[in-house]
């Protein structure tokens, strides 16, 4: 036994040749399609839409969704290869293409088989894009804090309220929105009468506001939506409603392994940056890799990523296993690996000298892409919270709603 796991063996991780063929061909791909306009769409402030449409066809928007769905199938773990070798090149394409498992995660495993058949194909496809809105400018972290109403009207709900920092939200048809159908029984339950809602973009008093100038992921704007009297029927509640709270938590627990996969690919990007660099550049007569202030930081910088890479898959195995320790795995694999991005883009950065901070090198968004990282879906300081809850109901059966 490792403290507090219960066998060594829920170490293992085991890969398989098909995914191995798998990450060559998105490689591939994005060698050829992606890293050569990295600083076109840097400049720009736009991901292409051609680029987009290449990565629909190459099947991506359907990665860990089932074929029953028109999906390609694949778990957490397949889908963790794809993000990190998207974001190796340019992390905000892979949040593009997979932030549409913000919303088909809790459709396939809470919705209905209607809701699954009607929203998940077009999906899947990549025909259409969904967004997931639940932040709010007074709950982010805290999700139980959301001020947006949904009031029963005969058979339909009518939703008021504005997310913010909604990504893809430009671009989504279908969103599921967060919002409260009941006051909360008492402060100690303060999660429930929360319920999940699909709603569509074309509805009347849905509206997509303002974009967020962030300082990374440069091309995934995220926006505010709107929700002004917006009539959304009953059967798009996604069920249990006013348990809903626990369908965006579960959703988070799940998607997260995907940013810890997206820090791991920010950070190999600059790595190999970084060491083509090493190699490249002379000072003093000399390779700079041979000054070992250069050499020792590459070394620490690919044990750094190694380690978060083992996290990640190892999150993203147990994910796959539907083991309870799967949160718990996810909260550390996201809090390790956004932190070894920020600390190996900014060596990275270093180790180019001047031409590190400049835009045309196209290495220094990897810091601006990893600070996100850190934040978004949940920020490092609510993994802790997380990491040490799963620890308390794992060692003392303690159950803290610290989250
Ligand atoms: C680029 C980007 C894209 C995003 N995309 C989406 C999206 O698609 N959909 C969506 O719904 N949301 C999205 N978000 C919102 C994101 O999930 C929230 O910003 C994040 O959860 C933090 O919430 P907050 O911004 O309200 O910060 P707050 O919750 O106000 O936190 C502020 C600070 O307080 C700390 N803090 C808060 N509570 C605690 C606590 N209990 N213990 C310790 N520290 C605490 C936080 O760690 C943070 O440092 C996105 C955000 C960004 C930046």
Redesign the pocket.
Known sequence: MVFPFGNIKDFSITLTDEEELFRKTVRQFVDNEVMPRVVEVEKSGEIPEDLIQKGVEMGFTGVGIPEEYDGQGGGTLLTAILMEELSRALPAYG?GLL?NG?FTYPVLRYGTEEQKKKYIPPVARGEVFA??????P?????VAGIQTTAEKKGDKYIINGR???????DKAKYFVV?ARTNPPPDKRKRWWGITVFIVERDWPGVEVGSR?D?M??TG?H?SEVILDNVEVPEENIIPPKDEGFKILLDTYDHSRVGIAAQAVGIAQGAFEKAFNYSLQRTAFGRQIIAFEGVSFKLADMLTEIQAARLLTYWAATLADQGREEAVFAASMAKTFATEVAERVANLAIKIHGGVGVDKETGVEHYLRDAV?TT????????Q??TTIRQLLKKTLGIDVL??
């Open positions: 949040t932030v913000l967004a997931h809105a639940s932040t709010e007074a709950a982010g972290s805290d997310k913010i920092f909604i990504t893809g939200a967060s967020f962030v990374g992921l995934e995220p996100i934040i978004y879906e949940g920020t490092n300081d609510i802790r919270l610290i989250r």
